[in-house]
């Protein structure tokens, strides 16, 4: 099953309604409670992230029986050292982004704890591809 | 597997209206064939319909209110709102003495266990630490809505005997203790809601409660009350040994009761199960950082608010306040609360105060076989494309989205919507009579009689 939701820059109102709907559908489809978890927090993770450094983007979700499939993707100004990114406190975040309670740079590697797979593509001025996948079992 | 639920339609005195249907915060409602039915998987007996039901449709599964008299040591386990009840004119010794006189053999008030359960809390907490935040096992609508509703959280429920059960395993030791045996030993609630019933009648994280009865707080009130008007304003009451509730003790129940005596560095009173729904989808995302311990209560005011708290939530929460001021002035004079007579079984309460682990029961899994369950959601997503989405409740369930998942599991029959059979009719599938009888199914056939003048 497929899903899409837009992603608006700069709207931390509405942060999260991707992840919760996810969650909502996963819980219908008795997946583990723990596992949820994990997508919802991971998924959350880079909602904040394409609202806070790009300017939009469209979160892509694709569900089977086994797994989830989340590709959030964002028009934006890319990430130059993605390994740099990945590290625990990094963070390139505005200071008003910071004010609100985000960008402690810890949304890569959270979502890289809380996924089995993920895979960050980005090039520098145009945007960044955050593509995740959790296992149910 | 079946649920026990302390709430009723009653068949005959429903009008199917649909408030309730409409009001639901867990959506398990129904109408069919002109009456509202409860889906019982769904149903946390919060009791929001009982409270709209403009026919009195809805009641709570009760004792007996007599039961009591068949045991020569009965109990009367008291929650504080009851005194909250009552006008200022009506003393707290007034009700007890009346209490003792309509023929209860001992009064306790259930809060008098409310400093040893924050105890039990605490020595839950500081066992485990990896868990957080700790939710308040207190309410149990609430512990039912997070295990059909939020699964994810049951293990953050602090699997802990509530006050009710601690006063009531206190009150069956002390009399065992001078020598009554458990036969003549009545232990009887008087609850102050539907929810509370449940959680005797079929406890969650126990086998079966010591508590013998469950009595109406409202036709406790009136029985009371009456004796009261009955006995005249001559009339001398006899002293009572009453149990003089702590301060802390006494305001337990109202929001902000268990919260205001934690230790937690940061922590939350909610009440009112639309905002505790709407926090908790909020920490079951993880959006809500470094919280330690919640309070969460299904009725606005707490227990102020109950279904069968008979006066204004507000009345009562101050009368409350106004007791609790009161005992807070002698205890600063030097007098010990009496709840303080518990204290020689504190141990043995709180090392039997624990139950087993609150397990998830989640309502909202589509099908156990994820496969399926996926099918079935592609069905619901495509249905709902077709339908109104107004949520008129003309098809018998709450919403569009409800109705298309009814349909889709076999509960519903699509022909039930409005639209879609005016659409039918359009196109000449569906004959108007047809279209009638599908209504009727749905709110009987006695809605419009006879012609309309106006």
């Known amino acids: 099953m497929h899903q899409e939701y837009t992603v608006v820059e700069g709207d931390f109102v509405n942060a999260g309604k991707a992840s919760s709907s996810v969650k909502k559908t996963l819980k219908q489809l008795n997946v583990n409670p723990q596992v949820v978890k994990r997508v919802v927090v991971a998924l959350y993770e880079a909602e904040v992230n394409a609202i806070a450094h790009a300017y939009g983007g469209k979160v892509l979700v694709d ?28 963070s390139t975040a505005r200071p008003e982004v910071r004010d609100m309670g985000f960008g402690a740079g810890m949304g890569l590697p ?14 520098v001025g145009v945007g960044t591809t955050v593509e995740m996948e959790v296992n149910f079992n | 597997m079946a649920f026990y639920h302390a709430l009723q339609i009653e068949e005959t005195r429903c009008i199917g209206c649909s ?11 129904r109408i069919g064939g002109g009456k509202a039915a409860i889906q019982e998987h769904r149903c946390i007996d919060c009791g929001r319909c009982y409270e709209v039901c403009p026919a009195q449709a809805i009641s709570i599964k009760d004792d007996d209110f007599s039961i009591f008299r068949k045991y020569p040591h009965s109990v009367a386990l008291l929650p504080s709102v009851f005194l909250g009840q009552f006008p200022d004119d009506i003393s707290v010794s007034k009700v ?14 259930v809060e008098s266990a409310a400093i040893i359960y924050k105890e039990a809390k605490e020595k839950y907490a500081r066992e485990h630490p990896d868990i957080r935040p700790l939710i308040s096992s207190f309410c149990p609508a609430i512990v039912r809505l997070i295990q059909i509703k939020y699964p994810s959280l049951a293990e953050n429920i602090m699997p802990i005997k509530v006050p009710l059960d601690l006063s009531a395993m206190y009150a069956l030791e002390e009399l065992t203790r001078r020598g009554v045996p458990r036969e003549q030993i009545g232990l009887f609630y008087i609850t102050p809601c539907a929810a509370k019933v449940a959680a005797v009648k079929a406890p969650v994280g126990e086998e079966k409660s010591i508590i013998d009865g469950v009595i109406n707080m409202n036709m406790l009130y009136n029985g009371v009350y009456k004796h009261i008007k009955d006995v005249g304003k001559s009339h001398q009451f006899p002293p009572v040994t009453r149990h003089r509730l702590s301060a802390d003790a ?6 902000n009761g268990e919260r205001r005596l934690c230790s937690a560095k940061r922590s939350y009173a909610i009440d009112g199960i639309q905002n505790v729904m709407d926090f908790l989808d909020k920490l079951e995302n993880d959006e809500v950082e470094g919280v330690e311990f919640l309070e969460l209560r299904a009725c606005d005011q707490g227990c102020a608010g109950a279904l069968l708290s008979c006066d204004n939530r507000f009345l009562c929460g101050e009368r409350m306040y106004a007791r609790a001021r009161r005992a807070a002035e002698r205890e600063r004079n030097g007098e010990m609360p009496r709840d303080r007579e518990m204290d020689q079984y504190k ?42 989405q107004i949520d008129c409740g003309v098809c018998g369930a ?17 022909q039930q919507c409005v639209f879609y059979r005016l659409h039918l009719e359009a196109q000449g599938k569906m004959t ?3 279209g009638r009888s599908n209504m009727y199914s749905v709110w009987g056939d006695d809605r419009i009689s006879g012609e309309i003048d106006v």
């Open chain 2, 347 to 388: 141990d043995y309460l709180i090392d039997n105060s624990q139950l087993d682990e609150v397990q998830p029961r989640s309502m909202m899994v589509l099908d156990e076989n994820i496969s399926k369950a996926l099918e079935k959601m592609e069905r619901i997503e495509r249905l709902k494309t077709h339908l109104p």
């Open chain 1, 110 to 123: 959270n979502m890289q704890k809380n996924v089995d797979k993920l895979n960050v593509t980005s090039e």
């Open chain 2, 398 to 414: 709450p919403t569009c989205e409800a109705f298309a998942t009814d349909v889709v599991c076999d509960k519903a029959h699509l």
């Open chain 2, 96 to 109: 007890y003495a009346s209490l003792y006189e309509l023929g209860f053999a001992h009064v306790m008030e």
């Open chain 2, 19 to 29: 408030r309730c249907m409409k009001i639901c915060p867990t959506e398990a409602i």
């Open chain 2, 250 to 255: 006494i305001l337990s129940t109202l929001t």
């Open chain 2, 432 to 434: 108007l009579n047809e």
């Open chain 1, 63 to 90: 569900i089977d029986a086994d797994k989830i499939k989340m590709v959030v993707a964002d028009k934006g100004p890319g990430i130059p050292d993605i390994a740099l990114a990945m590290q625990e406190g990094y």
